[in-house]
C-alpha cells in the first residue's frame, strides 16, 4: 500500500454546496440473476471502459446523481444498479437471498463486460470485496469508499467495529450516521435530496444476502486487482483507522483520506470524489 494522501478543502465549507448535475443520457433495465430476480440498472452507454456503482446500504441505483454524468463526461461507460430488495429490483426472498457478489458477476455477464471497474461506497464495499477475493480477474480496479467491512472475519476487526459504534448507534437516524457533520450544518438542501432517495431505496428491512467467499486476511490478500481505498476523515461508521486495515493487506492499493467529510462522500464531496476517482482509474486501471 502507498503512503496515505490526504486531499484536504478550501477553507470555507458553506462555499461549496454543489447542485445536482443535468443527468446524462441513459437506458434503464433489468438483468435477470439466479432464482427469477432481477436486478434494475441504468447504464449510459458508450465504448468507454466499464464502471459499476455498487451503493451503500441507504441507497440504491438511484444513488449516484454526481457520478454518472461526471464518469460519462470523463470517456466511461457507468452502470449504477440495485441490489437485490433496493428500489427497482426484485424484492429480496429470504428463504433464496442469493449471493450479492454472485449477482454483480450476472450483471456483468448480462451487458457483456468482460472486465470492469467497480467503485463501491458503504455496504456495497463489502460485495465488491467478496466479488475480488474470487474474481479479481474480471476487475480493472476497485474503488472502496467508506467501508467498514463487517463480514471479515477477523476477531480484532470485529472488536474494532464494535468499539466504534456504540450503543444505541445504529437506532440514530441514517443522516446522522451517514452525512458529516461539516455537510449537515453546511448544506441543509444537499441533505434532504440524500434523505429522500435514501427513504425509497429499499423496499423493506435492510436486506443482508450471503457471501460466496469466506472474507478474512488471507481472501484479502489474493485481491489481485489495483484497489484505491477512500476514507473520510469525520466517518462515524468506517474511520480511516478502520480502512486503513483493510486497505493494508491489499497488495496494490492506494489510500486516501478527504478531509471533514463522512461516510458518504460520493454525495458530500462529489466532485472531489469524482476527481480521486476518475485520476486513479486513467492511472491504475489495467
Keep these: 500500500m502507498t503512503a496515505p494522501l490526504r486531499v484536504d478543502f478550501p477553507e470555507d465549507f458553506f462555499a461549496r454546496s454543489e447542485p445536482i448535475p443535468r443527468p446524462p443520457p441513459t437506458r434503464q433495465g433489468l438483468a435477470p440473476v439466479a432464482g427469477g430476480a432481477n436486478l434494475f440498472f441504468i447504464d449510459t452507454g458508450g465504448g468507454g471502459p466499464a464502471v459499476i456503482l455498487s451503493h451503500?446500504?441507504?441507497?440504491?441505483?438511484?444513488?449516484?446523481?454526481?457520478?454518472?454524468?461526471?464518469?460519462?463526461?470523463?470517456?466511461?461507460?457507468?452502470?449504477?444498479?440495485?441490489?437485490?430488495?433496493?428500489s427497482g429490483s426484485?424484492?429480496?426472498?429470504?428463504?433464496?437471498?442469493?449471493?450479492?457478489?454472485d449477482d454483480l458477476e450476472a450483471l456483468a455477464d448480462h451487458l457483456e463486460l468482460e472486465t470492469f471497474a467497480c467503485v463501491?461506497?458503504?455496504?456495497?464495499?463489502?460485495?465488491?470485496?467478496?466479488?475480488?477475493?474470487s474474481r479479481s480477474s474480471r476487475l480493472s480496479a476497485a474503488i472502496f469508499s467508506?467501508?467498514?467491512?463487517?463480514?471479515?472475519?477477523?476477531p480484532e476487526h470485529e472488536a474494532?467495529?464494535?468499539?466504534?459504534?456504540?450503543?444505541?448507534?445504529?437506532?440514530?437516524?441514517?443522516?446522522?450516521?451517514?452525512?458529516?457533520?461539516?455537510?449537515?450544518?453546511?448544506?441543509?438542501?444537499?441533505?434532504?435530496?440524500?434523505?429522500?432517495?435514501?427513504?425509497?431505496?429499499?423496499?423493506?428491512?435492510?436486506p443482508l444476502m450471503r457471501r460466496a467467499n469466506r472474507l478474512?486476511?488471507?481472501?484479502?490478500?489474493?485481491?489481485?486487482?489495483?484497489?484505491?481505498?477512500?476514507?473520510?476523515?469525520?466517518?462515524?461508521?468506517?474511520?480511516?483507522?478502520?480502512?486503513?486495515?483493510?486497505?493494508?493487506?491489499?497488495p496494490d492499493s492506494e489510500f486516501v483520506i478527504l478531509a471533514e467529510t463522512g461516510h458518504s462522500a460520493y454525495w458530500e464531496r462529489p466532485s472531489l470524489f469524482n476527481d480521486v476517482a476518475v485520476d486513479f482509474l486513467r492511472r491504475r486501471a489495467r
Design 90 to 101: 426484485s424484492p429480496l426472498d429470504v428463504a433464496g437471498a442469493g449471493v450479492a457478489s
Design 56 to 86: 451503500p446500504a441507504t441507497g440504491s441505483a438511484h444513488m449516484w446523481p454526481y457520478q454518472l454524468p461526471a464518469f460519462a463526461a470523463a470517456g466511461f461507460r457507468v452502470i449504477a444498479y440495485s441490489r437485490r430488495g433496493y
Design 146 to 154: 467508506g467501508g467498514s467491512f463487517s463480514g471479515l472475519a477477523e
Design 216 to 250: 478474512d486476511w488471507k481472501s484479502v490478500a489474493g485481491v489481485s486487482a489495483p484497489s484505491l481505498f477512500v476514507a473520510g476523515a469525520a466517518d462515524l461508521y468506517a474511520p480511516p483507522a478502520l480502512l486503513r486495515q483493510v486497505a493494508a493487506r491489499v
Design 160 to 206: 474494532a467495529i464494535k468499539r466504534v459504534a456504540l450503543p444505541g448507534f445504529e437506532e440514530m437516524p441514517s443522516e446522522f450516521k451517514e452525512l458529516g457533520p461539516s455537510y449537515r450544518a453546511a448544506n441543509p438542501a444537499g441533505a434532504e435530496a440524500w434523505i429522500a432517495l435514501e427513504r425509497k431505496a429499499c423496499l423493506g428491512p435492510r
Design 120 to 133: 463501491a461506497s458503504a455496504a456495497g464495499c463489502s460485495v465488491l470485496l467478496d466479488f475480488a477475493a
